[in-house]
């Protein structure tokens, strides 16, 4: 760092110009200025659902030059790097885990820019004043999660352990069209995808994509009741209301790409995208009533077929599913980051780690093999 730079603790995104902000964040939809304060300003990740949210600026004499969008968080919920085993040795210790320090976007487990800044020396400054600002507050530890390559390139010369996952994801190979796709793959996932398909289109399924204002307030008011619904079923209440998608709409709605399952004149299904950086993501599905094969349909092959018809890069699809790898979306290595406090529970974890990253890789090795596209 230089004699200029200093470091501040921000409670409040309004406290950064909004411009300065997206510059450093970059044309990923999740860490811009808009989509962290719809998340904020609509309660959704707000200290009432244990998301404080702490905004780490690096200011280089008095303009931005880094920043990590922070939470201090009071639970492991809304994730999706897994760390509740070790909470539980904490508490079995007699010790406190929460609250911890938490670098992510909540409820959206997506790789993108955690350390906002220009350059290595500036990522790994940041990376460092985290350790100093996480010590300061005398907290257990400190997470970073689905950090991109640059940062966790900092974060590991800063000394943080890091642990791998995986997601599954699907690559553009310049694809003409859904037919020149499909005939890449196998012939036995090939037919599969077909007759899964035919079934859904003789269902009298047909289907919308619509984007930004071609979204009006009834299909996206169909949407969340759809969203509500899948978190219901499987016994959980939303994380996200309403307000906060139209907020989204509102301030940002080049970026979202809306698929609509229409049955006839009634829509049963949808599954709302974000769109940035040449890539699609998967976020959200729901549906109104049981069609065989219309999750998939929904989600994934009217996505793949979006994204080849607007030359996007790649479909993320969000996190878990083995399931994915047959309609062509592969294993694809995720990363988080963590510093622990106490050097015991450190070693502790930096050992489980080891062993965990081991078995991952036999693991991605593994779901590898079964690849669904013909051999080169």
């Known amino acids: 760092m230089s004699p200029s730079d200093s470091f501040h603790l921000e409670t409040s995104l309004q406290a950064f110009e909004r411009s300065r902000w997206n510059a450093l964040a970059g044309d990923q939809p999740f860490v811009r200025h808009?989509?962290?304060?719809?998340?904020?300003?609509?309660?959704?990740?707000?200290?009432?659902?244990?998301?404080?949210?702490?905004?780490?600026?690096?200011?280089?004499?008095?303009?931005?030059?880094?920043?990590?969008?922070?939470?201090?968080?009071?639970?492991?919920?809304?994730?999706?790097?897994?760390?509740?085993?070790?909470?539980?040795?904490?508490?079995?210790?007699?010790?406190?885990?929460?609250?911890?320090?938490?670098?992510?976007?909540?409820?959206?487990?997506?790789?993108?820019?955690?350390?906002?800044?220009?350059?290595?020396?500036?990522?790994?400054?940041?990376?460092?004043?985290?350790?100093?600002?996480?010590?300061?507050?005398?907290?257990?530890?400190?997470?970073?999660?689905?950090?991109?390559?640059?940062?966790?390139?900092?974060?590991?010369?800063?000394?943080?352990?890091?642990?791998?996952?995986?997601?599954?994801?699907?690559?553009?190979?310049?694809?003409?069209?859904?037919?020149?796709?499909?005939?890449?793959?196998?012939?036995?996932?090939?037919?599969?995808?077909?007759?899964?398909?035919?079934?859904?289109?003789?269902?009298?399924?047909?289907?919308?994509?619509?984007?930004?204002?071609?979204?009006d307030a009834a299909a996206l008011d169909f949407f969340y009741d759809c969203y509500c619904r899948t978190y219901y079923e499987h016994g959980n209440p939303p994380y996200l209301n309403s307000g906060f998608f139209q907020r989204l709409h509102e301030q940002m709605p080049d970026t979202i790409v809306l698929i609509v399952a229409m049955q006839g004149d009634t829509p049963v299904a949808a599954a709302l995208n974000l769109q940035g950086g040449g890539a699609l993501y998967g976020r959200y599905w729901g549906s109104t009533s049981f069609v065989p094969g219309l999750h998939f349909e929904t989600c994934y092959m009217q996505s793949i077929e979006y994204c080849i018809a607007n030359k996007l890069s790649r479909l993320e699809g969000g996190a878990q599913g083995e399931h994915k790898i047959a309609r062509g979306l592969l294993p694809t290595p995720t990363w988080s980051a963590h510093w622990i406090a106490d050097p015991r529970f450190s070693e502790a974890i930096e050992d489980f780690l080891n062993r965990e990253t081991a078995a991952m890789q036999d693991y991605l090795g593994e779901l590898e093999m079964h690849a669904p596209f013909k051999p080169a």
């Not at 976007?105 to 985290?130: M, N, Q």
């Open 34 to 215: 808009e989509f962290l304060s719809a998340l904020h300003e609509t309660g959704c990740a707000a200290p009432d659902t244990g998301w404080t949210p702490y905004f780490l600026a690096l200011r280089r004499g008095g303009a931005l030059a880094g920043a990590v969008p922070l939470y201090l968080k009071t639970h492991s919920r809304g994730e999706y790097v897994f760390d509740y085993a070790w909470a539980d040795a904490y508490a079995r210790h007699g010790m406190r885990y929460y609250p911890k320090l938490l670098s992510a976007v909540p409820f959206t487990p997506v790789t993108g820019a955690r350390l906002l800044a220009g350059s290595h020396d500036d990522r790994l400054a940041l990376a460092r004043g985290l350790i100093e600002l996480a010590q300061q507050l005398k907290l257990s530890s400190l997470h970073l999660l689905f950090p991109r390559d640059e940062d966790l390139a900092a974060l590991r010369e800063a000394g943080y352990l890091v642990r791998e996952g995986v997601q599954f994801h699907w690559r553009n190979a310049g694809y003409a069209g859904m037919d020149d796709f499909l005939a890449a793959l196998n012939h036995d996932k090939r037919k599969k995808i077909k007759q899964d398909r035919k079934k859904v289109a003789q269902a009298g399924i047909r289907y919308r994509w619509l984007r930004g204002q071609d979204i």
